[in-house]
């Protein structure tokens, strides 16, 4: 069983930051792609963005030069910093990651969500 587990969220100002974390744990035998994605009330689910396991990022446009993703391997750690907040950022953050158990089996794995909200 492997579980993601986030901290980070809470109530900023906008033009503010916030860093948000999900760490990993259980039966994890390697962890491949990591990434976040955003769900605002009465929207869909979208991808903030995703990072692979040796570095490579991608970003959603409405993101890109605000927001940066990074992971710590060792840890099984992914993080997201978020800096230059504006009030279209409040969301629930749920972080993702694909996780293999062994070196044939893995699996998609959702945190619980934390909420991010950005007062104007």
């Known amino acids: 069983q492997v579980q993601l587990v986030e901290s980070g969220g809470g109530l900023v100002q906008a033009g503010g930051s916030l860093r948000l974390s999900c760490t990993a744990s259980?039966?994890?035998?390697?962890?491949?792609?990591m990434g976040w994605y955003r769900q605002a009330p009465g929207k869909q689910r979208e991808l903030v963005a995703r990072?692979?396991?040796?570095?490579?990022?991608d970003y959603a446009d409405a993101v890109k030069g605000r927001f940066t993703i990074s992971r710590d391997n060792t840890k099984n750690t992914q993080y997201l910093q978020m800096n230059s907040l504006k009030s279209e950022d409040t969301a629930v953050y749920y972080c993702?990651?694909?996780?293999?158990?062994?070196?044939?089996?893995?699996?998609?794995?959702w945190g619980q969500g934390t909420q991010v909200t950005v007062s104007s």
């Open positions: 993702n990651a694909v996780v293999w158990r062994s070196s044939t089996r893995y699996s998609d794995y």
């Open positions: 259980g039966s994890v035998f390697v962890i491949s792609d």
């Open positions: 990072i692979t396991r040796g570095g490579n990022t």
